[in-house]
T-cell receptor
Framework: DTGVSQDPRHKITKRGQNVTFRCDPI?????LYWYRQTLGQGPEFLTY????????KSRLLSDRFSAERPKGSFSTLEIQRTEQGDSAMYLCASSLGVLRDNMNTEAFFGQGTRLTVV | GQNIDQPTEMTATEGAIVQINCTYQ??????LFWYQQHAGEAPTFLSY????GLEEKGRFSSFLSRSKGYSYLLLKELQMKDSASYLCAVRDQEGGGNKLTFGTGTQLKVEL
């Protein structure tokens, strides 16, 4: 397993278009996260899944954003009617679930998809 | 929710020691992580603390005080390749206990 992979690495789109990104997590990881990062900021949480269930979605996320993980393996993040403010790096990460207290279950990140909306 | 605070920038000299501080406020603390991120690359895991005290891993150490809501990352024998952003992240009990919330990161510049 080569780690978390994301596709595409770069995406340039016109304002108003829809875009979809894909994330393939580490195979034995049941938790998958989407983050967004802009220049000079830390990653901002968007949503996460345990297996195929979407357990939490950021209140900051507009209804133009939707994420799926249909079989509990890969995930897709779709942005509809893109706006220039959506330009950012979209990071995916995966981890094992917390099995017991104090267990270190760090998240491993993919290389990200850099979205530019023009 | 959480509030995580860390300095925006720091500069240090090659071979020296630097300490990057992080303070946090959270409703259900469940662990603190430090990540390193080079420009244009993904964050990579450095350290994890859930109990008070110091965790050492080679040139990197991380300290946690839960009562003070405080952590630091200590980097020894600095090398030029350590120039990067260092992200403090807190895991809390919301949503099943595994969501990470990140600070804005500390941009470390190592100089000769």
């Amino acid at each position: 397993d080569t780690g978390v992979s994301q596709d595409p690495r770069h995406k340039i789109t016109k304002r108003g278009q829809n875009v979809t990104f894909r994330c393939d997590p580490i195979s034995e990881h049941n938790r998958l996260y989407w983050y967004r990062q802009t220049l000079g900021q830390g990653p901002e949480f968007l949503t996460y899944f345990q297996n195929e269930a979407q357990l939490e979605k950021s209140r900051l996320l507009s209804d133009r954003f939707s994420a799926e993980r249909p079989k509990g393996s890969f995930s897709t993040l779709e942005i509809q009617r893109t706006e220039q403010g959506d330009s950012a790096m979209y990071l995916c990460a995966s981890s094992l679930g917390v099995l017991r207290d104090n267990m270190n279950t760090e998240a491993f990140f993919g290389q990200g998809t850099r979205l530019t909306v023009v | 929710g959480q509030n995580i605070d860390q300095p925006t920038e720091m500069t240090a000299t090659e071979g020296a020691i630097v300490q990057i501080n992080c303070t946090y406020q959270t409703s259900g603390f469940n662990g603190l992580f430090w990540y390193q991120q080079h420009a244009g690359e993904a964050p990579t895991f450095l350290s994890y603390n859930v109990l008070d005290g110091l965790e050492e891993k080679g040139r990197f150490s991380s300290f946690l005080s839960r009562s003070k809501g405080y952590s630091y990352l200590l980097l020894k024998e600095l090398q030029m390749k350590d120039s990067a952003s260092y992200l403090c992240a807190v895991r809390d009990q919301e949503g099943g206990g595994n969501k990470l919330t990140f600070g804005t990161g500390t941009q470390l510049k190592v100089e000769l």
